[in-house]
């Protein structure tokens, strides 16, 4: 059984005070959604105009909640303000969960969960964002494994239900009930999941990606088949767009570990069409320029 159904109730004790390392497109989706269920966060990132964009994207989010009478006034600025945006590391010692959401790079990954777990009380939990890479293999890098696990959302993290909780070789049930704790009361829906590259979804996500980039090279063109997978097949988007919206950068590094991971099932295509972009620096939305022109 791949993916466990969370039929037994998993209450834990829910944290006072999180900390979300990395302020990008799921980091400050991350923010914003915990501090909008009451739980304040502490969004550190390595780069100040990361922590601006977080921070107006929190703003935006929260306007739109005020201007449509689902907020008022006083909560938006309380919400806002339980989001501390900040350069520097000690500030999240106080969490009693953590959230990384930094780059999709095994190394830098380890790094930094490693200093993170130095400033942390024992009792705090450890959660990555990773799209792809093992927990298990993140958990190396760790003296505490038992308190780590994966946190996988979605984007964007305020509209997509869904949370992966991906449980390592060494995590202990109570920090996976920690962590599903936190995701309902983030008004999500946790799922567990077992460890391996790509958990769930993205097994079944990036394939699909690498079978879009074997029809590029076969000499598609990514507009007909994006118009043909939203117009006639019914999906929100198409797999060019979708690339766009998730990072041409992050995709990159993802297909990577998906690559290393089951090589049988992710072509064999080198330098496909997200490669080329990656090297072109087009790393979709967040740079206004992917698949897609966006200025
Ligand atoms: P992003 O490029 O938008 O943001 C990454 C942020 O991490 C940047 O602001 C960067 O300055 C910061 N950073 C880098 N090194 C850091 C460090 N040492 N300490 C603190 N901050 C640091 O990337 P993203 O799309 O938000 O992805 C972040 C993670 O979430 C990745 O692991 C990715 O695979 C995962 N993820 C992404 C998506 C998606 O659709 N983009 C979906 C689910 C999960």
């Known amino acids: 059984q791949y993916v466990k159904n969370i039929t037994k109730k998993r209450h834990a004790e829910l944290p006072k005070q999180a900390a979300v390392l990395g302020a ?5 989706g991350i923010s914003y959604q915990s501090a909008l269920k009451g ?24 306007q739109k909640r005020q201007e449509k009478g689902r907020m008022s006034a006083v909560d938006m600025a ?30 830098v990954k380890a790094t930094v969960l490693a200093e993170t777990e130095a400033l942390l009380t024992d009792h705090a939990v450890l959660a990555s964002n990773t799209s792809t890479i093992p927990i298990s293999l993140l958990a190396k890098s760790l003296k505490r494994p038992e308190n780590f696990c994966g946190m996988h959302f ?43 590259p790509g958990f769930f979804v ?6 699909y990606f690498a079978g879009f980039s074997l029809l590029l090279r076969d000499g598609a063109d990514f507009l007909a088949v994006d118009k043909v997978m939203e117009k006639v097949f019914g ?9 766009d919206v998730v990072g ?26 997200i490669a080329l972009l990656y090297e ?11 698949f897609y022109n966006y200025t």
Request: charged share 20%; hydrophobic share 40%.
């Open 248 to 273: 041409i950068d992050t995709a990159n590094h993802a297909q990577a570990v998906m690559a290393q991971g089951f090589p049988d099932r992710m072509g064999t295509i080198e330098r496909d069409a």
């Open 235 to 243: 999906w929100p988007m198409g797999p060019a767009y979708l690339l």
């Open 24 to 28: 990008g497109i799921m980091g400050g």
């Open 154 to 196: 979605f984007n964007p993290v305020h509209r997509m239900p869904l949370v992966e909780i991906i449980k390592g070789e060494k995590t202990s049930e109570e920090t996976i009930n920690r962590i599903v704790s936190y995701a309902s009361k983030m008004g999500k829906t946790p799922i567990i999941v077992n460890d391996c």
């Open 78 to 107: 309380k919400t806002l303000a339980s989001i501390q945006p900040t350069l520097n590391y000690a500030s999240v010692s106080d969490a009693d969960v953590v959230v990384e959401a930094v780059v999709e790079n095994p190394k």
């Open 39 to 62: 739980i304040p966060v502490v969004m550190k990132d390595i780069n100040q105009k990361s922590l601006e964009l977080g921070m107006n994207e929190a703003l935006s989010l929260l």
């Open 202 to 207: 993205n097994r079944v996500l990036f394939p």
């Open 280 to 290: 072109q620096q087009r790393y979709g939305q967040k740079n206004n320029h992917g």
